[in-house]
């Protein structure tokens, strides 16, 4: 098994945790892949070989979400489209951090709302579109260097329906001018902050005077890479094991991109307990959800509108390969030689047998 360097980082020390939420994040992690949790033990007919596939903790905070991830990419590869999709990223200035970081549920549903609103009005605008418009909306708390800094990506489909239910393409490269956007953002969520009644000193003319960052990349070359793209970020935490250098029980050495120097690849060290509290700083409030659906893609409209969409682009459904499967049909559709073969002789004569987890 691929090392878990995060896990063995996490298992190196302990750090204080402020939040329950941190606390069971730094519980799972340790656990994740380990008998505490019990899992299946396999045994080799043939060679008589024994191994062991341990059950993940599921935290959304490990590294373990590789199952989740594909499932996910799974089902919404079934809700492409033969369209363009477009990328944005709308972020909130460096002032606030300390105002979302204190306030999180609250602030995070805002900048979620925020969004929303402001690309459901410039869709309905007859300037623009005039037309709704579907997106997925995935909110990361953390740059490169697992410094707090929340934004907003949005994966937005380049077609839409007006109100007799036709189809509407954009008229230009992108669906909405970018400073067109950045300033009704700015706005939406100013006025949402105000409202909130927060007990926060807050220097609003200073942020009205600023200019919000959204920024707008280019559009996907082909459907494929909707998903491909969209996975890495629905199910990453702050930081992958790949991008871990070194590690002991004082340091962390790991990989990160400076975008203010032409996003050029540098290496950092941290104190192993500034890892740490870096890498908390990222765990979510309890039940919060961070990918959200909008427009066409909302649960209350998705299967209906998609389907006008499948006739209108003249393309057929495509089904789930992985609904109604179990845990392990997925898994070998996966990697099949890893969960389905001895991993000594090869062979595919098994048995297997629930590894109960341990108590007390």
Known sequence: MRENAIQNIFLSCDVPTVL?????????????HTSVLGGVKTTCQDCKETFFHYRSC??????????????WAETKSCELLKTTYFHAVFTVPDDLNPVMLRNQKACYDLLFRSVSETLETL???PKHLNARIGFICVLHTWGSNLQYHPHIHV????????????????KGDFLFPVKVMSKLFRGKFLDGLKKLSLEETIDYSNLYGKDWVVYVKDAFPGSNHVIKYLSRYTHRIAISNQRII??????????????RD?????????STEEFMRRYLLHVLPKGFCKIRSYGLLSNRHKKKCLKILRILLNMPERKDRYKDKSVYEILAMIDEKRYCTCPR????????EWVYPLTG
Request: include cysteine; charged fraction near 20%.
């Open 58 to 71: 599921g935290n959304r905070n490990c590294t373990c979400q590789a199952l989740k991830q594909y499932c």
């Open 246 to 259: 070194s590690y002991d029980s004082t340091s962390v050495t790991f990989r990160y991109k400076d975008y």
């Open 123 to 125: 869709a309905s605008d």
């Open 20 to 32: 329950p939420q941190q606390k069971k994040a730094v519980r799972d992690i340790r656990n994740c």
């Open 345 to 352: 002789c090869g062979s595919r004569n098994l048995s297997r």
């Open 155 to 170: 994966i937005i489909m380049g077609c839409g329906l007006n109100q007799a239910e036709q189809l509407v393409m954009p």
């Open 262 to 270: 032409g996003n050029a690849i540098k290496e950092m060290t941290l």
